[in-house]
């Protein structure tokens, strides 16, 4: 079964940070690209970060500087270091995987881990 998993979410204070996970099952990442997007209440969708399998990445005006999207190939994983987090940057987090290089047209979701920055 292929599948994404998403690790690491919780609750932090502003200016504080956390590191997601994002664990393939079932396929290997290393031919994808791989993205985080996010979903706050009452908002859309919101494309956060891309990997490509160049390892080359780009980011959201909104998180640049302060967020980092990193693969481990050899663990099948896909990491997105988050400092400085914000309360706006509370949202559910989920991974997906692309065989689109700018990870626009998504094959697989994963079901998304919360993330809340709150005093």
């Known amino acids: 079964q292929l599948q994404l998993v998403e690790s690491g979410g919780g609750l932090v204070q502003p200016g504080g940070s956390l590191r997601l996970s994002c664990a393939a099952s079932?396929?290997?990442?290393?031919?994808?690209?791989i993205g985080w997007f996010r979903q706050a209440p009452g908002k859309e969708h919101e494309g956060v970060s891309c990997?490509?399998?160049?390892?080359?990445?780009t980011y959201a005006d909104s998180v640049k500087g302060r967020f980092t999207i990193s693969r481990d190939n050899a663990k099948n994983t896909v990491y997105l270091q988050m400092n400085n987090l914000k309360p706006e940057d509370t949202a559910v987090y989920h991974c997906?995987?692309?065989?689109?290089?700018?990870?626009?047209?998504?094959?697989?979701w994963g079901q998304g881990t919360q993330v809340t920055v709150s005093s």
């Open positions: 997906t995987a692309s065989m689109d290089p700018g990870c626009y047209t998504v094959d697989y």
């Open positions: 990997i490509n399998s160049t390892d080359s990445s």
């Open positions: 079932g396929f290997a990442l290393d031919y994808y690209s």
